[in-house]
C-alpha cells in the first residue's frame, strides 16, 4: 500500500506543503491568549472516540486560524469580525475534524517512519541553509526560540504526514474521466459580460391575494411546508449555574486541592506588559508610525495616562476597553522582538517603537512574577470557581437522578413535575415547543442528548437523566408527533408572504417583456432603464455558473447569456429577487486547442475537488460512528455562536 502511496504522490503533494507551510509559518507568531475559553491547559475542551482535545491545542489552533485571517483582512480584521466568522467554532471543529482522521489513518494500519519524518523536516525551507539542513543544534535552536521542543514539533509533523497519507490512499479511487476534464475547461473558457437592469420585487405595488391562492399554493408545494416527526415534551432542568451558586468550597478542601495540584499552578518568569500599536502597510509605513509613537512617548513623558494613550492610539481589537493591558505572560507567548523587548525592561519602563509582524509598538511593563508556584491566596478564587464547578457537575446528575426515580414512583404528569420542582431552587420545569430529532429546543439551542432520549420514548415515559447545555434534564414525553402537512392556519403567514412574492416576480416579468418590446434602433436598453426609473449595471466578466455582478448567483442569468452574441438582448429572466433584462457586452468562447495544454493541471484540481467532498464525507460518517462530546463550556461556547449565526 505504502508503494502505491509514493506512486500517486504526484497528484497530492502539494497537500503535504500546504499543512507545513502553514504549520511552519504558525511557529513564528503569537497572538494573545484565547479569550472567553474557561478550562487550564491540560483539560479536555472535546472528546472524540474517548480521545481528549485540550485546551492548549485549542488556544494554539485558535491563534493560527487569527494569523490567517489577519493575512486576509489586514486591518479590517477585529474581534467582532471573528466573533460574526465563528472563529472559537471553526477551531475547536477543525481540532476534532483532524482528530477524526488521525483515527481514520490508524484504523487502516498508516504509519509514519522515522526515516520519512526526518527527511520531510530537512526539506522544510525555515531548516535549510545554502539547500541543506541546519544540523541538529541549529534546528533545536530555532523550534527553542519559538517555544517548540523538537518532540513536539515531530510529533505534530508526524501527524501531518499521516494525514497526508490517508488523503493520498482516498485519492487512489478517484477518477476524473476526459469528458469531466473536457467540461471543467469549456466552463472555464466560456466566459461573457452583460450590461443589466434588474426590477426588484420591493419595486412592484401591493399585490392581492385570494384566500383560494393560498390554499392552492400550499397544496401544490406540500413537500416544502411538510413537518417531520416530533416530539412533545416537558422537562425538569437542573440548572448546573444555579446549583453552583449555592456551594460554598471549605478552606480545608481550597488547601487540600492546592497541595494536591502544585503543578498546575507552576509558573515560569512573566511580565505584565500593556502596548500600543499601529499597524503598517496600506496608508501607513513603519517609518510614518515609528515617528507617531515617538510623539506618544512624548505625551506620556508629559503626563499623559498611558490606558487613556492606549485607548485613543492603538489599533490592537480591544485595546479601548483594557487600556492596552496584555495581563501577564510567559517566554515563548509573543513573537520574540515583543518578548525581548519585555522581558529586558524593568517595570514602569517604556520600550520602544518595536517592530513586530503585527506592526510597530511601543509598551510599558507594569509587573513581574518570577518562577515559582503561585501563591495560594492569588489562586484561590480560581480554585473555588473550579472546585464549584465540579461539586456542582456530580450534585446536578445526581439531583436529576433522584428526580427521576421520584417522577416515576409519583405519576409521569407535568403536575408532579411541577410539585417536584416547587421545593428546590436550582430546578425548574421547561414545556418547550415540539422539536424534530436533533432539531433546536427552545431555550436550549443544540441539544442532542435531550432530543434523542425524547424520540427513544413512548409517550408517557420517563428519560433517564441526560446532560443538556444547562445542566441536566428528566425528559417526560407528552405525545408523537407523525410527520404531517400542516394547516394553513399554522403557516399562513410564510404561505402569503411566498405567494405574493411570486406574484410581484411575475409582474416584474410582465414589465420587462413590454419594455423589452419597445427596444429598437431608436431605443436602447439605458433608455428602457430610465423610463423605468432604474439604472443599468455592468456585471464583470464571468462563467456559465458564476457570480453575475450585483445579482449575485444567478444561474439563469449566467445560462441565458452563454446562449448569445455580443449585443444581442436577453431576457427578462426571472430570479430570486425580481426580474432582470441584459445586453451581452463581450463572449468569450472555448478553445479546444488553446485549452488542451492545460488538461493535466485541470484534472489534478478536480481530484482536488472530489478528494475533499470525499473527506468533508468521511469525516461526517466517522464523527457520528465514533461520537464527539465537547465540555460544558465549550458546548455552550458553540450554542451561543450558532444563536449568534442564526440571529
Known sequence: MLKAIRDNLKYLSWVLWIVIAAFVAALFFDFGALTGMPGTAGDAAAHVAGEPITYAELQEQHRQLDQQYRQMFGAQWSSELAQQLGLERQAIESLVNRKVLLLEAERLGLAVGDEELAQAIREVPVFQEDGRFVGA???????????????????????????????????QNLFVSDAAVEGALR?????????YLQLTTSEIGEVEVAQAELERHLQENQADFQLPAQRRVAYLLVDQSQVAAELAPSDAELQAYYQDHQDEFRIEEQVQARHILLRTGGDRTVEQARAELERARERLAGGEDFAALAAELSEEPGAAQRGGDLGFFGRGQMVPEFEQAAFGAEVGEVVGPIETPFGVHILEVTGRRPAGVRPFAEVRAEIAQRLRGEQAATRARELAGELAGELRDGGATVEEMEALAASRPAVEVERPAPFAAGGFVAGLGQARELTDAAFALDPGAVSDPVQVPRGWAVVLVQEALPPRVPELSEVEAQVRREVEQEKRRQAAVLRLSEAKASLGAERSLEDVAADLGLQVSESGEFGAGGTVGTLGYAPAVAKAAMELAEGEIGGPIATPQGAVLFRVTSR??????????????????????????????????RREE???????????????GAGAQEG
Request: a negative charge.
Open 187 to 195: 466552463e472555464e473558457a466560456e466566459r461573457a459580460s452583460i450590461a
Open 588 to 621: 468569450q468562447r472555448y478553445d479546444p486547442a488553446t485549452a488542451a495544454g492545460r488538461r493535466d493541471e485541470v484534472r489534478e484540481r478536480l481530484i482536488g475537488e472530489r478528494l475533499g467532498a470525499l473527506q468533508a464525507a468521511l469525516i461526517q460518517q
Open 626 to 640: 465514533l461520537g464527539v462530546t465537547y465540555s460544558r463550556e465549550i458546548a455552550e461556547t458553540l450554542q451561543a
Open 137 to 171: 543544534a541549529r534546528y533545536a535552536e530555532i523550534l527553542s526560540g519559538n517555544g517548540y521542543t523538537p518532540e513536539r514539533f515531530e510529533s505534530d509533523m508526524r501527524q501531518d504526514l499521516l494525514i497526508q497519507k490517508l488523503q493520498q490512499v482516498l485519492s
